[in-house]
């Protein structure tokens, strides 16, 4: 599965900025896809995950402002990202599993994976 990215940028705190991810090649009918991030010294974690049903997780430090959806004929996902912070500056990943994973929100259970996008939010 190839993914590709965009829609990162620049913007200053209580921005909004959407991200959409789109994939192509084989699926399978039930997968899960999601955004992930690595801030800098920590593990990559899970932004917010979406899967074929529409049952999505997101991280408790974006619950409230990012919304993830799907468009299921065209297998694309989107991020959208309100009242930004600085601390919501990274780099983002798309990510894409057959199946649905146990924990959505960790990484090792996808292995296909996007180039990554990059998201500043400045104060």
């Known amino acids: 599965v190839q993914l590709v990215e965009s829609g990162g940028g620049s913007v200053q705190a209580g921005g909004s900025l959407r991200l959409s991810c789109s994939a192509s090649?084989?699926?399978?009918?039930?997968?899960?896809m999601g955004w992930f991030r690595q801030p800098p010294g920590k593990e990559r974690e899970g932004v917010a995950t979406?899967?074929?049903?529409?049952?999505?997780h997101y991280a408790d430090s974006v619950k409230g402002r990012f919304t993830i959806s799907k468009d299921n004929a065209e297998r694309d996902i989107l991020l959208q990202m309100d009242n930004l912070k600085p601390e919501d500056t990274d780099m983002y990943f798309c990510?894409?599993?057959?199946?649905?994973?146990?924990?959505?929100?960790?990484?090792?259970?996808?292995?296909?994976w996007g180039q990554g996008t990059q998201v500043t939010v400045s104060s």
């Open positions: 090649g084989y699926t399978f009918s039930k997968y899960s």
């Open positions: 979406i899967d074929h049903d529409g049952n999505t």
């Open positions: 990510a894409y599993s057959d199946g649905v994973p146990s924990s959505p929100l960790r990484d090792y259970a996808y292995l296909d």
